[in-house]
């Protein structure tokens, strides 16, 4: 079975340092993995995909994501955190099947200070 | 619309009633889903449309829970008999159809907040 894991409740950072929000993977196959984001009260946004190609994905606002198959991650970052980016994670992977769901991580609060 | 549309954003009931709850999905897009956010079992999948094919219920946790999907486009949730364990947020995403990954991005719903009192 397909899982994700992001092993972080919470990531608190000061504004203008850089980020990581961390997720790991199990899949038999290739995977296809995705970033969303959730601000309160709102559905999720997707930020960033990977399907083939490059370790490096760029994403919305200023994300980006590595993708590590030795190590089954795919890590989100961003070089410089603001307080804007305070809001909930989400790293998913799409089920092989006919339907493509999303398994889901438990999701990460990212806490960005002033 | 220009994205997904859920109605409505919050929804109060009495134990024991039901619910209805809609999604409007992006046009074009042939591929509907409902997943359930709470905070014990996180982000879970519910159901499963696309076009006119039976649906995957896979994801339903119980026989009061139902979907339907009329025409294509609109899908409407029903909880039967609510209970309180039902209190969640549920949203909507849809997406074009198919394995093709680099069309196959689900967009989502704001969502519809359930609270059974």
């Known amino acids: 079975a397909q899982s994700v894991a992001q092993p972080e409740d919470q990531v608190n950072v000061a504004e203008g340092n850089p980020l990581t929000v961390k997720c790991t993977y199990s899949?038999?196959?290739?995977?296809?993995l995705f970033w969303y984001v959730q601000y309160p009260n709102r559905g999720l946004q997707f930020l960033l995909k990977y399907i083939t190609g490059d370790n490096l994905v760029k994403g919305s606002y200023g994300f980006e994501a590595e993708f590590n198959k030795s190590q089954t991650s795919f890590h989100l970052k961003k070089p410089s955190a603001l307080v804007s980016d305070s809001a909930l994670y989400f790293c998913a992977v799409r089920e092989w099947s006919n339907t493509g769901k999303l398994i889901f991580g438990q999701g990460t609060t990212l806490q960005v200070k002033p | 619309g220009a994205g997904v549309s859920q109605s409505p954003s919050n929804k109060v009931t009495e134990k024991g009633k039901d619910v209805e709850l809609r999604c409007d999905p992006i046009?074009?897009?042939?591929?509907l889903y409902w997943y359930r956010q709470s905070l014990g079992q996180g982000l879970e999948f519910l159901i499963y449309?696309?076009?006119?094919?039976?649906?995957?219920k896979s994801g339903l946790p119980s026989d009061r829970f139902s979907a339907e999907r009329t025409g294509g486009s609109v899908s409407t949730l029903t909880i039967q008999r609510t209970q309180q364990e039902d209190s969640a947020v549920y949203l909507c995403?849809?997406?074009?159809?198919?394995?093709?990954?680099?069309?196959?991005?689900?967009?989502f719903g704001a969502g519809t907040r359930l609270s059974v009192l």
């Open positions: 899949v038999s196959g290739n995977p296809y």
């Open positions: 995403a849809s997406s074009y159809p198919g394995l093709t990954p680099t069309k196959n991005i689900q967009y």
């Open positions: 046009s074009g897009h042939t591929a």
């Open positions: 449309f696309q076009g006119n094919s039976a649906p995957d």
